[in-house]
């Protein structure tokens, strides 16, 4: 139980286009969704928090225009790289969480590459 | 907001010994501390955690130890194996309040080698 699948894998755009990033919690009901980004040899760094419904909060230096998020349901979360610049080239990782839980389930990242 | 410090960076053992990584953390009111193995390209997988009210968990190889008054915790491998290399996470949250999750705050990871 308790996964979490994204899409897509990979991607490579162009530098100036958008590209949408899926995570899905495939068997439970996620209140709460967290994005990361991770740049080779380092950690992961939350972007933001979003909570079913409500407006994603985001973590000091992260462009909300920028990194759109949407948790418009309990099993879906999308994150929208608008603009795409090659220094957003990165490894993107989503997390899910229930309600009353203490473990964030991780999807299997999404691999960004921008030309 | 919540600090992880994690040592080593690197770790080289030899197949069969023990290893020992490291975090501290700032936030006092931190209660729930994770660790992650990640191999490359692939999501953190959970492979073990603990909580503030315990101070010492086991399972198999694998062990963390909590000292909530030196705000530090430590994860203990033993009888290392070459699978056993990867990066590995340590991590920190507060979990409680009203709704909202609890957003984990990572270390800077740990590279182990287990070497035959």
């Known amino acids: 139980g308790a996964v979490v699948s994204q899409h897509p894998s990979r991607v490579i755009c162009k530098s100036g286009t958008s590209v949408k990033i899926e995570c899905r919690s495939l068997?439970?009901?996620?209140?709460?969704m967290f994005w990361y980004r991770q740049f080779p040899k380092q950690s992961l760094m939350l972007m933001a928090t979003?909570?079913?419904?409500?407006?994603?909060?985001?973590e000091q230096g992260v462009e909300k225009d920028k990194f759109l998020i949407n948790h418009a349901s309990l099993t879906l979360s999308t994150l929208t790289v608008t603009s795409a610049h090659p220094e957003d080239s990165s490894f993107y990782i989503c997390?899910?969480?229930?309600?009353?839980?203490?473990?964030?389930?991780f999807g299997p990242g999404t691999r960004l590459t921008v030309t | 907001g919540e600090n992880v410090e994690q040592h080593p960076s690197t770790l080289s053992v030899q197949e069969g010994d023990s290893a020992v990584i490291k975090c501290t953390y700032s936030?006092?009111?931190?209660?729930?501390f994770p660790w992650y193995k990640q191999e490359l390209g692939k999501r953190p997988q959970l492979i073990i955690d603990?909580?503030?009210?315990?101070g010492e968990k086991k399972d198999q190889r694998i062990a963390v130890t909590l000292n909530k008054t030196a705000k530090h915790f430590s994860l203990h491998i033993t009888e290392t194996q070459p699978e056993d290399s990867a990066v590995y996470f340590c991590?920190?949250?507060?979990?409680?309040?009203?709704?909202?999750?609890?957003?984990?705050?990572f270390g800077t990871g740990t590279q182990l080698k287990v070497e035959l």
């Open positions: 997390s899910a969480q229930w309600a009353g839980s203490y473990e964030q389930y």
């Open positions: 068997d439970f009901q996620a209140t709460t």
């Open positions: 979003s909570n079913e419904g409500s407006k994603a909060t985001y």
């Open positions: 936030d006092s009111a931190s209660n729930y």
């Open positions: 603990i909580r503030s009210n315990v």
């Open positions: 991590a920190a949250s507060k979990r409680g309040g009203t709704g909202g999750g609890n957003k984990l705050t």
